[in-house]
């Protein structure tokens, strides 16, 4: 049982580069989303998505895009990288009709912009 | 939006003593759930206990055992017979029914031999 995947565990950028990382969960769950991790910040929440096809901003969307093309697969896309974006990115999903579910997550990308 | 406050950025217990995290949370809604989570140097996130909004009883797991308030918006996070495994950063979290999580900033836990 693999739960969520993510892809690349580790990943260097230069300033303007782009780059797509990698989630896939095998659970079944129609609830993914996508956070990043500073220092002081907790999680903040990029983009989620609540079914194939159905993908929403979270509190820090800016510089991120996102598509659902089936249940399984969630990519987060980094259009011209920035040093802001240096950070640990963390896949998760849910259950969407059961919420007393957690968030499962994947074992982060930690992302370095030069 | 909802928020969650973590007022304790930093927190160290004894070996085998009881230690309490802290958590509030503002929300206008009457059904949620709440969780803690445990992100240890390896950087996975891992669940630690959840509570239901529409429980009183407060939820127990092993040594781990919640003090859930939900007049005063407050879920703070006991841990018993501290061990060293234990070290690690808390994260407090909300989810409201509409699937929407929100996190805390984090309390890192120092476990002092």
């Known amino acids: 049982n693999a739960g969520v995947t993510q892809t690349p565990k580790f990943q260097v950028l230069k300033t303007g580069q782009s780059m797509t990382l990698q989630c896939a969960q095998d659970m079944n769950h129609e609830y993914m989303s996508w956070y990043r991790q500073d220092p002081g910040m907790g999680l903040r929440l990029i983009h989620y998505s609540v079914g194939a096809g159905i993908t929403d901003q979270g509190e820090v969307p800016n510089g991120y895009n996102v598509s659902r093309s089936t249940t399984e697969d969630f990519p987060l896309r980094l259009l011209s990288a920035a040093p802001s974006q240096t950070s640990v990115y963390f896949c998760?999903?849910?259950?969407?009709?059961?919420?007393?579910?957690?968030?499962?997550f994947g074992n982060g990308t930690r992302l370095t912009v030069t | 939006a909802q928020t969650v406050t973590q007022s304790q950025p930093e927190m160290s217990v004894q070996e085998a003593e009881t230690v309490t995290l802290s958590c509030t949370y503002d929300t206008s809604e009457s059904d949620y759930y709440l969780f803690w989570y445990k992100q240890p140097p390896s950087r996975q996130m891992i669940l630690v206990i959840r509570q239901e909004a529409y429980k009183q009883q407060n939820a127990t797991e092993n040594r781990f055992s919640v003090n859930f308030q939900k007049a005063a918006k407050s879920f703070s996070l006991k841990i018993s017979d501290s061990q060293l495994g234990d070290a690690a950063m808390y994260f407090c979290?909300?989810?409201?029914?509409?699937?929407?999580?929100?996190f805390g900033t984090g309390t890192s836990l120092t476990v002092i031999p």
């Open positions: 998760a999903s849910s259950p969407a009709r059961r919420a007393n579910s957690p968030l499962h």
């Open positions: 979290a909300y989810r409201r029914t509409g699937n929407q999580f929100y």
